[in-house]
T-cell receptor
Framework: SQQGEEDPQALSIQEGENATMNCSYK?????LQWYRQNSGRGLVHLIL?????REKHSGRLRVTLDTSKKSSSLLITASRAADTASYFC??????????FGAGTILRVKS | DTAVSQTPKYLVTQMGNDKSIKCEQN?????MYWYKQDSKKFLKIMFS???????INETVPNRFSPKSPDKAHLNLHINSLELGDSAVYFC?????????????FGSGTRLTVV
């Protein structure tokens, strides 16, 4: 079964608004990663947060990790039409592999 | 320039045929992977190789056979293709030490079995 569950499944916002996506997972992890997938394209690595970190920033992205709740969130601030994509969380739990969540489809309307 | 390249990008073939997908990375990574993305966008690992050695074989039918001639290449051969094999197959690579680094994915091969 999938390690991560993402919420919401789909999100539609206006350009300039913030978008928040959540991810929950089941087992202990080494790190949690977020990826973006544009329609018909491969996955692009956005950000990695280690299990001993609680928050990380990269440009307009902010990721939080709560290992006690086994959950993470990705915040995209000041969204742009180009942010329209699917976003996946993925966990690395020492199993030599990334296990992906089901993804959140983000649509940013201009 | 392309970090992880897969060929072909599209593959349409009939049931029962045998086909191969090739993957090459020029990042100097020592670990490579094959992932399958189904029609609902679920991504599931199939195989992982580290320095040409098979590390993960995730209960994939033995019609699927990966081959890693060197650590920069990981090919996927599929025998006796079935309708259910239709999906997008992604190759990826990473450093073995994944504490600080994510994966780099190829752009995918869309396989359609008719």
């Amino acid at each position: 079964s999938q390690q991560g569950e993402e919420d919401p499944q789909a999100l539609s916002i206006q350009e300039g608004e913030n978008a928040t996506m959540n991810c929950s997972y089941k087992t202990s992890i080494n790190n949690l990663q977020w990826y973006r997938q544009n329609s018909g394209r491969g996955l692009v690595h956005l950000i990695l947060i280690r299990s001993n970190e609680r928050e990380k920033h990269s440009g307009r992205l902010r990721v939080t990790l709560d290992t006690s709740k086994k959950s993470s969130s990705l915040l995209i601030t000041a969204s742009r039409a180009a942010d329209t994509a699917s976003y996946f969380c993925a966990t690395d739990a020492n199993g030599n592999k990334l296990v992906f969540g089901a993804g959140t489809i983000l649509r940013v309307k201009s | 320039d392309t970090a992880v390249s897969q060929t072909p990008k599209y593959l349409v073939t009939q049931m029962g045929n045998d086909k191969s997908i090739k993957c090459e990375q020029n990042l100097g990574h020592d670990t490579m992977y094959w992932y399958k993305q189904d029609s609902k966008k679920f991504l599931k690992i199939m195989f992982s190789y580290n320095n040409k050695e098979l590390i993960i074989n995730e209960t994939v039918p033995n019609r699927f056979s990966p081959k890693s001639p060197d650590k920069a290449h990981l090919n996927l051969h599929i025998n006796s293709l079935e309708l259910g094999d239709s999906a997008v197959y992604f190759c990826a690579s990473s450093q073995w030490d994944r504490t600080n680094y994510g994966y780099t994915f190829g752009s995918g091969t869309r396989l359609t079995v008719v």
